[in-house]
């Protein structure tokens, strides 16, 4: 059976289908799913512009119990939601659990969030009259997600999108269509009105394309490369539309040699490595001090011995595949690249064969790095580190900072002097301090600086900057 998309309250199949492939086993084909053309991605924003203006006016505890109602169902299925996830994108299935059960707190959230919609009331500096302050959605939202993380991020997106009284143009990422489809299925199911949430699976360059060339696309959001990123800005600014992007980051993570060696090599495996190193939030770049560096060095690569690589529902396996064929290359060519640049390969590195097909490789450790080399410089996206010696404290900030992304920044240290500053002078959104640089809470502010990130953060209660605009109105007492 085909999944098909949801436009103007119907399940429409399209002419084309694609399939849905694990990483683990490619011979295991999750679903096929409907792919949207440029004309169901024209009648979805045309669906979504006609649903708004009742939707924007909706009550308060209809919009509640819809996204509760979602939470709840998410949160029931979440060991059969999370298989879903682990199968078509290949991370360990207590992985894709922990990221099912987050996408239900995200629901659960801006349930309450549409509680405690509030504005302000204040004097005018005139005599005589009043000012009130209120927040108003911002229209038809279009929505265009990463595959990296199948229902967390469409859920911090789509949550409070609808919270704030907004409707919805949702294109999920073509590799992993499966868990974005439940989820606009769960909110269907939940009550949305026809129109307020649109579902078109399909190309970027197609689909997406689509949506950044509509005028009547009011707001768009958007994670994914720092290619694409650009286009959805500069599309953005031809139509005047608020744009949000979060795009690459190359988070490093600062070993000091006061750190506790424990949860240092703790940290930056988890870091590194965990999700197969296909978070934006990883950390590729591991800069630490001379004096602990030869420790940290060693006991890395004991605990990478330890490291289970394996299908990733499999009982046991802390790290599955790399999600594709096209990502596995890109790994392995930055393997070569680090070679060539003069890194040594100290761990790991190699393709792997498993009982059954899939895109296996063992997590990559490069020792006597420079901040210099592409490997430190650029995205890879996958299970790859460098280590890069550094003499003290002052270096290891200034390398750091010196990178053109700015998204999550961590350090290892039991000096109370060298966190402190280390919080105020990291260059990034977020800030780790003796933990991994990925692995955020779901009611906090979650974005970065410099090529990371544009416009305001998401998540938690920061999200009502991008999903509404501010109205301030005077009235004559
Ligand atoms: P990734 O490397 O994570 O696949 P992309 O930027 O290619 O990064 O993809 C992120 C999302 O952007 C996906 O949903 C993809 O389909 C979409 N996308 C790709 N090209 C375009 C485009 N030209 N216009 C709009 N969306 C696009």
């Avoid at 994670?223 to 650009?230: C, E, H, L, V, Y």
């Avoid at 240092?264 to 591991?286: D, K």
């Avoid at 792997?352 to 490069?366: N, V």
């Amino acid at each position: 059976m085909v999944q098909k998309n949801l436009i103007d309250g119907e399940w429409i199949a399209g002419s084309e289908a694609f399939r849905n492939i694990n990483p683990s086993d490619t011979n295991d084909v999750v679903g096929e799913y409907a792919r949207a053309s440029a004309d169901d991605a024209r009648a979805a924003i045309a669906a979504a512009k006609a649903a708004f203006p009742t939707w924007s006016r909706s009550g308060i505890l209809e919009r509640h119990a819809i996204l509760r109602k979602t939470a709840d169902e998410i949160l029931a299925r979440k060991d059969e939601l999370g298989k879903l996830l682990s199968r078509e994108e290949g991370k360990t299935l207590a992985e894709g659990i922990g990221e099912t059960v987050r996408a239900g707190q995200i629901f659960d959230f801006f349930a309450g969030e549409c509680l405690r919609l509030a504005g302000e009331v204040l004097p005018s500096a005139r005599p005589n009259i009043g000012v009130e302050i209120t927040r108003e959605p911002v229209g038809v939202v279009g929505i265009i997600t990463p595959w990296n993380f199948p229902i967390a991020i469409p859920a911090w997106k789509i949550a409070p999108a609808l919270c704030y009284g907004n409707t919805v143009v949702f294109k999920p990422a073509e590799l992993v269509p499966g868990s974005s489809w439940a989820i606009v299925d769960i909110l269907n199911r939940a009550g949305l009105p026809k129109g307020v949430l649109n579902l078109v699976m399909g190309k970027g360059s197609v689909v997406g394309q689509a949506m950044l060339d509509s005028p009547d696309i009011h707001a768009i959001t958007f994670t994914g490369s720092t290619g694409t990123g650009k286009r959805v800005a500069l599309a953005s600014v031809e139509h005047n539309r608020k744009y949000q992007l979060e795009m690459g980051g190359k988070n490093p993570f600062v070993v000091l040699d006061d750190a506790d060696l424990a949860v240092a090599v703790e940290a930056a495996v988890n870091s590194a490595f965990f999700s197969t190193g296909q978070r934006c939030t990883a950390s590729s770049r591991l800069i630490v001090t001379e004096g602990i560096h030869d420790r940290f060095v060693a006991a890395m690569g004991e605990r990478m011995k330890g490291l289970v690589v394996d299908d990733a529902l499999k009982a046991g396996t802390q790290i599955g595949p790399v999600v594709d064929e096209s990502q596995l290359n890109q790994d392995t060519d930055y393997i070569a690249i680090g070679r060539q640049e003069g890194a040594k390969l100290a761990f790991g590195g190699e393709l792997l064969k498993r009982d059954t097909p899939g895109f296996y490789l063992q997590p990559a450790l490069f020792t006597e790095a420079t901040n210099a080399m592409r490997i430190s410089r650029e995205e890879i996206f996958g299970p790859v580190a460098s280590v890069i010696r550094v003499k003290d404290y002052d270096e290891a900030l200034t390398v750091a900072n010196d990178t053109p992304f700015g998204l999550s920044s961590g350090i290892a240290t039991t000096s109370l002097k060298h966190a402190t500053h280390f919080k105020r002078n990291a260059e990034a959104g977020m800030v780790m301090v003796n933990l991994p640089t990925a692995g955020v809470d779901f009611h906090v502010p979650f974005g970065g600086r410099k090529g990371s990130s544009h416009g305001s953060r998401e998540q938690g209660r920061y999200a009502a900057e991008f999903y509404t605009t501010v109205k301030t109105a005077y009235t004559l007492a």
